[in-house]
């Protein structure tokens, strides 16, 4: 038997031949027991080149029948989430994982369904997005699954990694006032997102756009933030009325709204009006002119929210319903102009 073919049939027994050494010294070398255990130093170097030489991988549930673990963590995927955001954290998140050596599975949920919120195998660990209701939490909750939480809460038995929204308002209104803005509006026009709950974040920059106005001394803004103001109407009210030089628009989504609508009613952005936006998502910054905005690092809150999870899996940190804001990123372009 050649080379090449054993490499197809590698198998731990054929390790040890080659190695000659017994089955169950090259299981220990390769999952890497070693609580009771020694081997030569020269044996364990020839049957590690041995498992790269014949590519020899692991059979992943043999292993979790043996420690009673699965090696799996469930990702559970929002039908309905942030594409721009949700997926690099979720990419992230998972490339981290796989580094360590567990397997990532996808569950697609939906957020107006909670009961979606389950599994017919075990885990060991979750990932979940942008949770808005306690119900949804209750399959990792009731089974004492470790998870971490991203864009959204968790309970007692997980971590939420989260974006700073205080400090990210304070940076979009602080760069405004720098440039002479006193009279700085909100925009967000919301409506119900995710069936009868809203996202914690329609809330939370509402009260820190409020926050900042108080602590900036700014000219107050009429209270139409949030209800259902379409774009036109936000600008009649914003621009004509209360003449506000600038505003903050609730995500990427709003602020092209608002930008068309300013176009239809011969609103020179930034001559006239200063549009700034959370979320750096596509096009912002294909737009004429490109939007200023706060970048939400997707990248790194799922490469954190990987590691948490992995300390947890390893003992080395307990869940709490710890959460941990992690800030963006202002990026300045021409949407905005000095007075």
Same mark, same amino acid.
């Given at each position: 038997?050649?080379?090449?073919s054993r490499?197809?049939?590698a198998s731990?027994?054929?390790?040890?031949?080659e190695?000659?050494?017994?089955?169950?010294?090259?299981?220990r070398?390769?999952?890497?027991?070693?609580?009771?255990?020694?081997?030569r130093?020269?044996?364990?170097a020839?049957?590690l080149?041995l498992?790269?030489?014949?590519?020899?991988k692991?059979?992943?549930?043999l292993?979790?029948m043996?420690?009673n673990?699965t090696?799996i963590?469930?990702?559970?995927?929002?039908?309905a989430?942030?594409?721009?955001?949700?997926q690099?954290a979720k990419q992230?998140f998972?490339?981290?994982?796989r580094e360590?050596?567990y397997?990532?599975?996808?569950?697609?949920v939906?957020?107006?369904?909670p009961?979606s919120y389950?599994?017919s195998?075990?885990?060991d660990?979750?990932?979940l997005?942008?949770?808005?209701?306690g119900?949804?939490?209750n399959f990792?909750?009731e089974?004492? =699954?470790?998870?971490?939480?991203?864009n959204g809460?968790?309970r007692?038995?997980g971590t939420?990694?989260?974006?700073?929204?205080?400090?990210?308002m304070?940076?979009l209104?602080?760069?405004?006032?720098?440039?002479g803005?006193?009279?700085?509006?909100y925009?967000?026009?919301?409506?119900?997102?995710?069936?009868?709950?809203?996202h914690?974040?329609v809330?939370?920059?509402e009260?820190?756009?409020?926050?900042?106005?108080e602590?900036?001394?700014l =000219?107050?803004?009429?209270?139409?933030?949030?209800?259902?103001?379409?774009?036109?109407e936000?600008l009649q009210?914003?621009?004509?009325?209360?003449?506000?030089?600038?505003?903050?628009?609730?995500?990427?989504?709003?602020a092209?709204?608002l930008?068309?609508?300013?176009?239809?009613?011969? =609103?020179?952005?930034?001559?006239e009006?200063?549009?700034?936006?959370?979320?750096?998502a596509y096009?912002?910054?294909?737009?004429?002119p490109? $939007?200023?905005?706060?970048?939400?690092?997707?990248?790194?809150?799922?490469a954190?929210?990987a590691?948490?999870?992995?300390?947890t899996?390893?003992?080395?940190?307990?869940d709490?319903?710890?959460i941990?804001?992690?800030?963006?990123?202002?990026?300045?372009?021409?949407? $905005?102009?000095?007075l």
């Amino acid at each position: 038997m050649t080379r090449q073919s054993r490499a197809k049939k590698a198998s731990i027994g054929l390790i040890a031949r080659e190695a000659g050494c017994s089955p169950s010294t090259v299981s220990r070398v390769l999952g890497g027991y070693t609580k009771g255990f020694s081997v030569r130093p020269e044996l364990e170097a020839k049957i590690l080149e041995l498992s790269r030489e014949f590519d020899y991988k692991p059979n992943p549930y043999l292993r979790s029948m043996r420690t009673n673990k699965t090696r799996i963590i469930a990702v559970f995927d929002p039908l309905a989430g942030d594409g721009g955001v949700v997926q690099s954290a979720k990419q992230e998140f998972i490339a981290k994982i796989r580094e360590a050596d567990y397997i990532d599975a996808g569950k697609y949920v939906d957020l107006e369904q909670p009961g979606s919120y389950t599994l017919s195998f075990p885990v060991d660990g979750a990932l979940l997005f942008d949770i808005v209701d306690g119900v949804c939490l209750n399959f990792v909750e009731e089974n004492r =699954i470790p998870y971490v939480t991203v864009n959204g809460y968790c309970r007692g038995h997980g971590t939420s990694v989260m974006p700073d929204e205080a400090a990210n308002m304070r940076k979009l209104t602080d760069y405004l006032y720098s440039l002479g803005h006193c009279r700085i509006a909100y925009y967000a026009g919301h409506k119900r997102v995710y069936g009868p709950a809203l996202h914690y974040s329609v809330a939370a920059r509402e009260a820190h756009y409020q926050e900042n106005v108080e602590r900036l001394g700014l =000219i107050h803004a009429s209270a139409h933030w949030n209800r259902q103001i379409s774009p036109e109407e936000f600008l009649q009210q914003a621009f004509h009325r209360e003449k506000m030089t600038a505003v903050i628009c609730y995500d990427h989504a709003k602020a092209l709204k608002l930008i068309h609508a300013a176009w239809k009613l011969g =609103i020179r952005i930034p001559e006239e009006l200063s549009v700034c936006s959370f979320n750096d998502a596509y096009p912002l910054d294909l737009l004429t002119p490109p $939007v200023t905005c706060i970048a939400t690092p997707g990248r790194e809150m799922g490469a954190l929210a990987a590691r948490l999870l992995l300390e947890t899996l390893d003992g080395k940190r307990q869940d709490s319903g710890e959460i941990i804001p992690v800030q963006g990123e202002l990026i300045v372009r021409e949407s $905005v102009r000095a007075l």
